[in-house]
Protein backbone atom coordinates (compact mmCIF):
# COMPACT_ATOMS: atom_id res chain seq x y z
CA UNK A 1 0.00 0.00 0.00
CA UNK A 2 2.76 2.21 1.01
CA UNK A 3 4.67 1.73 -2.59
CA UNK A 4 1.11 2.65 -4.45
CA UNK A 5 0.42 5.41 -2.26
CA UNK A 6 3.92 6.83 -3.38
CA UNK A 7 3.60 6.30 -6.75
CA UNK A 8 0.85 8.51 -7.21
CA UNK A 9 3.47 11.70 -6.95
CA UNK A 10 5.32 10.62 -10.03
CA UNK A 11 2.46 10.34 -12.18
CA UNK A 12 0.57 12.53 -11.17
CA UNK A 13 3.51 14.94 -11.81
CA UNK A 14 4.40 13.48 -15.12
CA UNK A 15 1.45 14.86 -16.00
CA UNK A 16 2.27 18.51 -15.77
CA UNK A 17 4.12 18.57 -19.20
CA UNK A 18 0.54 16.84 -21.00
CA UNK A 19 -1.57 19.26 -19.14
CA UNK A 20 0.30 22.35 -19.92
CA UNK A 21 0.33 21.22 -23.81
CA UNK A 22 -3.18 20.75 -24.40
CA UNK A 23 -5.02 22.90 -21.79
CA UNK A 24 -2.79 25.96 -20.44
CA UNK A 25 -0.40 27.17 -22.94
CA UNK A 26 -1.82 30.26 -23.04
CA UNK A 27 -1.62 30.96 -19.47
CA UNK A 28 1.75 32.73 -18.07
CA UNK A 29 4.41 30.01 -16.17
CA UNK A 30 4.46 32.22 -13.20
CA UNK A 31 0.87 32.74 -12.70
CA UNK A 32 0.40 28.97 -13.24
CA UNK A 33 2.86 28.17 -10.65
CA UNK A 34 0.42 30.43 -8.03
CA UNK A 35 -2.53 28.79 -9.29
CA UNK A 36 -1.11 25.43 -9.16
CA UNK A 37 0.17 26.32 -5.63
CA UNK A 38 -2.52 28.65 -3.88
CA UNK A 39 -5.94 26.91 -4.14
CA UNK A 40 -4.97 23.54 -3.51
CA UNK A 41 -3.59 24.36 -0.53
CA UNK A 42 -6.56 26.31 0.60
CA UNK A 43 -8.95 23.23 -0.44
CA UNK A 44 -6.62 21.06 1.75
CA UNK A 45 -6.70 23.80 4.57
CA UNK A 46 -10.53 23.87 4.33
CA UNK A 47 -10.99 20.30 4.59
CA UNK A 48 -8.65 19.72 7.73
CA UNK A 49 -8.59 23.23 9.85
CA UNK A 50 -5.11 22.16 11.08
CA UNK A 51 -2.35 24.36 12.83
CA UNK A 52 1.37 24.93 11.39
CA UNK A 53 2.88 21.46 11.98
CA UNK A 54 6.43 23.12 12.35
CA UNK A 55 7.64 26.60 13.76
CA UNK A 56 7.42 29.31 11.91
CA UNK A 57 10.68 29.60 10.57
CA UNK A 58 10.67 26.41 9.48
CA UNK A 59 7.35 26.15 7.80
CA UNK A 60 8.32 29.71 5.93
CA UNK A 61 12.06 27.94 4.58
CA UNK A 62 10.60 24.43 3.54
CA UNK A 63 7.67 26.59 1.57
CA UNK A 64 9.72 28.75 -0.14
CA UNK A 65 12.00 25.45 -0.92
CA UNK A 66 9.68 23.13 -1.92
CA UNK A 67 6.70 25.16 -3.34
CA UNK A 68 7.64 28.74 -3.97
CA UNK A 69 11.28 28.10 -5.87
CA UNK A 70 10.29 25.20 -7.10
CA UNK A 71 7.14 25.84 -8.78
CA UNK A 72 8.67 29.00 -10.18
CA UNK A 73 11.21 27.04 -11.67
CA UNK A 74 9.39 23.84 -12.87
CA UNK A 75 6.65 25.97 -15.42
CA UNK A 76 9.93 27.65 -16.59
CA UNK A 77 10.77 24.71 -17.64
CA UNK A 78 7.65 23.29 -17.93
CA UNK A 79 6.55 26.16 -20.79
CA UNK A 80 10.46 25.78 -22.70
CA UNK A 81 11.26 22.01 -22.52
CA UNK A 82 9.85 19.08 -23.70
CA UNK A 83 8.15 16.97 -21.10
CA UNK A 84 11.32 14.24 -21.80
CA UNK A 85 14.20 17.15 -21.78
CA UNK A 86 12.81 18.11 -18.16
CA UNK A 87 12.03 14.81 -17.06
CA UNK A 88 15.42 13.96 -17.99
CA UNK A 89 16.84 16.81 -15.90
CA UNK A 90 14.44 15.90 -13.02
CA UNK A 91 15.69 12.52 -12.61
CA UNK A 92 18.95 13.91 -11.63
CA UNK A 93 17.20 14.01 -7.42
CA UNK A 94 18.45 10.88 -6.42
CA UNK A 95 22.09 11.76 -7.30
CA UNK A 96 21.28 15.28 -5.66
CA UNK A 97 20.25 14.04 -2.91
CA UNK A 98 23.01 11.81 -2.03
CA UNK A 99 25.17 14.36 -2.51
CA UNK A 100 23.79 16.61 -0.37
CA UNK A 101 23.53 14.19 2.13
CA UNK A 102 26.80 13.65 2.24
CA UNK A 103 28.09 17.05 2.04
CA UNK A 104 25.38 18.28 4.84
CA UNK A 105 25.21 15.10 6.68
CA UNK A 106 28.55 13.09 6.51
CA UNK A 107 26.23 10.45 5.03
CA UNK A 108 27.63 8.45 2.36
CA UNK A 109 25.54 7.22 -0.71
CA UNK A 110 24.75 3.48 0.05
CA UNK A 111 26.71 1.29 -2.84
CA UNK A 112 23.02 0.07 -3.49
CA UNK A 113 21.04 3.08 -3.85
CA UNK A 114 23.47 4.55 -6.28
CA UNK A 115 23.20 1.76 -8.51
CA UNK A 116 19.56 2.17 -8.30
CA UNK A 117 19.72 6.17 -8.98
CA UNK A 118 22.65 5.97 -11.86
CA UNK A 119 20.72 2.43 -13.66
CA UNK A 120 17.13 4.87 -13.70
CA UNK A 121 18.65 7.95 -15.06
CA UNK A 122 20.72 6.08 -17.73
CA UNK A 123 17.12 5.17 -18.29
CA UNK A 124 15.78 8.38 -17.92
CA UNK A 125 18.51 9.48 -20.34
CA UNK A 126 17.37 7.29 -23.10
CA UNK A 127 13.64 8.85 -23.16
CA UNK A 128 15.37 11.91 -24.35
CA UNK A 129 15.23 11.95 -28.42
CA UNK A 130 18.60 12.89 -29.48
CA UNK A 131 17.49 15.47 -32.19
CA UNK A 132 15.35 17.65 -29.44
CA UNK A 133 17.67 21.37 -29.07
CA UNK A 134 17.82 22.28 -25.88
CA UNK A 135 16.94 25.42 -23.99
CA UNK A 136 19.16 26.52 -21.63
CA UNK A 137 16.84 28.48 -19.62
CA UNK A 138 14.95 25.66 -19.44
CA UNK A 139 17.22 23.71 -18.69
CA UNK A 140 18.81 25.94 -15.85
CA UNK A 141 15.45 26.37 -14.40
CA UNK A 142 14.78 22.60 -14.30
CA UNK A 143 18.65 21.45 -12.55
CA UNK A 144 17.99 24.46 -9.93
CA UNK A 145 14.62 22.99 -8.97
CA UNK A 146 15.34 19.72 -8.19
CA UNK A 147 18.30 20.74 -5.97
CA UNK A 148 15.55 23.07 -4.12
CA UNK A 149 13.29 20.27 -4.26
CA UNK A 150 16.38 17.92 -2.63
CA UNK A 151 16.94 20.13 0.17
CA UNK A 152 13.69 20.35 1.08
CA UNK A 153 13.01 16.71 0.82
CA UNK A 154 16.03 16.15 3.60
CA UNK A 155 14.98 18.88 5.88
CA UNK A 156 10.86 17.56 6.00
CA UNK A 157 12.85 14.17 6.56
CA UNK A 158 14.77 15.81 9.18
CA UNK A 159 12.22 17.93 11.09
CA UNK A 160 9.87 15.06 11.58
CA UNK A 161 6.39 16.37 10.94
CA UNK A 162 3.94 14.39 12.49
CA UNK A 163 0.77 16.32 10.47
CA UNK A 164 1.98 15.64 6.85
CA UNK A 165 -1.58 16.10 5.89
CA UNK A 166 -1.01 19.59 7.65
CA UNK A 167 2.31 20.09 6.15
CA UNK A 168 1.14 19.44 2.99
CA UNK A 169 -1.38 22.11 3.25
CA UNK A 170 0.53 25.34 4.57
CA UNK A 171 3.56 24.62 2.31
CA UNK A 172 0.86 25.06 -0.71
CA UNK A 173 -0.69 27.79 1.01
CA UNK A 174 2.59 30.04 2.50
CA UNK A 175 4.34 29.28 -0.70
CA UNK A 176 1.55 30.10 -3.01
CA UNK A 177 1.48 33.67 -1.10
CA UNK A 178 5.20 34.34 -1.90
CA UNK A 179 4.76 33.48 -5.47
CA UNK A 180 2.56 36.76 -6.13
CA UNK A 181 4.76 38.94 -5.70
CA UNK A 182 6.83 37.29 -7.89
CA UNK A 183 4.40 36.25 -10.85
CA UNK A 184 3.54 40.28 -10.63
CA UNK A 185 6.59 41.51 -10.80
CA UNK A 186 7.39 38.99 -14.25
CA UNK A 187 4.34 38.35 -15.66
CA UNK A 188 2.05 41.80 -14.50
CA UNK A 189 -1.42 41.42 -13.12
CA UNK A 190 -3.20 38.38 -13.65
CA UNK A 191 -4.77 36.93 -16.96
CA UNK A 192 -8.46 36.14 -17.30
CA UNK A 193 -8.45 32.51 -17.88
CA UNK A 194 -10.29 30.70 -20.45
CA UNK A 195 -13.24 28.28 -20.31
CA UNK A 196 -10.71 26.04 -22.52
CA UNK A 197 -8.12 26.08 -19.31
CA UNK A 198 -10.70 25.17 -16.48
CA UNK A 199 -9.89 21.01 -17.08
CA UNK A 200 -6.55 21.50 -16.73
CA UNK A 201 -6.75 24.10 -14.16
CA UNK A 202 -8.73 21.58 -12.03
CA UNK A 203 -6.51 18.51 -13.00
CA UNK A 204 -3.32 20.27 -11.66
CA UNK A 205 -5.01 21.94 -8.35
CA UNK A 206 -6.89 18.54 -7.21
CA UNK A 207 -4.80 15.69 -8.38
CA UNK A 208 -1.42 16.34 -9.65
CA UNK A 209 -0.62 19.12 -6.47
CA UNK A 210 -3.08 18.56 -3.82
CA UNK A 211 -3.20 14.07 -4.05
CA UNK A 212 0.48 14.54 -5.24
CA UNK A 213 2.11 16.67 -2.85
CA UNK A 214 0.29 14.62 0.11
CA UNK A 215 1.14 11.39 -1.29
CA UNK A 216 5.16 12.75 -1.72
CA UNK A 217 5.83 14.23 1.59
CA UNK A 218 3.89 11.45 3.42
CA UNK A 219 5.99 8.97 1.32
CA UNK A 220 9.48 10.79 2.86
CA UNK A 221 8.19 9.97 5.84
CA UNK A 222 7.66 6.34 5.58
CA UNK A 223 9.75 5.25 2.92
CA UNK A 224 12.51 7.54 3.25
CA UNK A 225 14.13 10.62 0.63
CA UNK A 226 16.40 8.10 -1.14
CA UNK A 227 13.77 5.69 -2.07
CA UNK A 228 11.32 7.72 -2.55
CA UNK A 229 13.77 10.15 -5.18
CA UNK A 230 14.17 6.41 -7.22
CA UNK A 231 10.76 6.62 -7.76
CA UNK A 232 10.07 9.34 -8.87
CA UNK A 233 11.52 8.14 -11.96
CA UNK A 234 8.13 7.53 -12.85
CA UNK A 235 7.62 11.38 -13.41
CA UNK A 236 9.63 11.33 -16.73
CA UNK A 237 8.06 7.77 -17.83
CA UNK A 238 4.55 9.30 -17.31
CA UNK A 239 5.45 12.78 -19.12
CA UNK A 240 6.56 10.32 -22.50
CA UNK A 241 3.74 7.74 -21.77
CA UNK A 242 0.88 10.86 -22.23
CA UNK A 243 2.95 12.86 -24.70
CA UNK A 244 2.86 9.53 -26.76
CA UNK A 245 -0.74 8.99 -26.07
CA UNK A 246 -2.00 12.58 -25.97
CA UNK A 247 0.10 15.39 -27.78
CA UNK A 248 1.37 12.59 -30.76
CA UNK A 249 4.71 12.22 -29.63
CA UNK A 250 6.37 9.19 -31.02
CA UNK A 251 9.38 6.72 -29.23
CA UNK A 252 11.97 5.03 -31.07
CA UNK A 253 14.02 1.66 -30.10
CA UNK A 254 15.97 3.02 -27.68
CA UNK A 255 13.49 5.05 -25.64
CA UNK A 256 11.89 1.64 -25.34
CA UNK A 257 15.10 0.65 -24.03
CA UNK A 258 15.04 3.41 -21.44
CA UNK A 259 11.82 2.59 -20.19
CA UNK A 260 12.93 -1.20 -19.42
CA UNK A 261 15.81 0.43 -17.69
CA UNK A 262 13.47 2.74 -15.73
CA UNK A 263 11.22 -0.36 -14.58
CA UNK A 264 14.34 -2.23 -13.85
CA UNK A 265 15.43 -0.43 -11.16
CA UNK A 266 11.93 0.10 -9.58
CA UNK A 267 11.23 -4.54 -9.60
CA UNK A 268 15.13 -4.64 -8.22
CA UNK A 269 14.51 -1.65 -5.24
CA UNK A 270 11.08 -3.36 -4.22
CA UNK A 271 12.64 -6.65 -4.54
CA UNK A 272 15.59 -5.66 -2.52
CA UNK A 273 13.06 -4.09 0.35
CA UNK A 274 11.37 -7.49 0.71
CA UNK A 275 11.29 -8.53 4.28
CA UNK A 276 12.61 -4.82 5.53
CA UNK A 277 10.24 -2.42 7.17
CA UNK A 278 10.87 0.56 6.81
CA UNK A 279 7.64 2.12 7.97
CA UNK A 280 7.77 4.15 11.27
CA UNK A 281 4.65 3.23 12.99
CA UNK A 282 3.93 6.73 13.90
CA UNK A 283 4.71 8.34 10.90
CA UNK A 284 1.93 6.19 9.15
CA UNK A 285 -0.68 6.67 11.74
CA UNK A 286 0.04 10.77 11.36
CA UNK A 287 0.20 10.84 7.51
CA UNK A 288 -3.46 8.93 7.21
CA UNK A 289 -5.18 10.95 10.14
Given at each position: MHYLIAVLAPIFWGSTYSAVALFLADLSPYWMAVWRALPAGLLM??????????????????????????FLLLFVAAYRLPGAVAGTLGATLPLVLMLLQWLTEGKRPQLKMLMLALLGLAGVGLLLNPSTDIDWVGAGAMLAATVFVAQSTLWMKRWEAKDIFGLTAWQLVIGGVMLIPFAWLLAGPPQAISLQAVPGLIWVIVLNTAVGYWAYIRSITVLGPNRQSIIMFLNPLTAVTLGVLWVNETLQPMQWVGIGLILASLVWMKWSDRGARPVVKQAVEASVS
Open positions: LLISRRGLPLSVPRMLAVSFFNIAAF
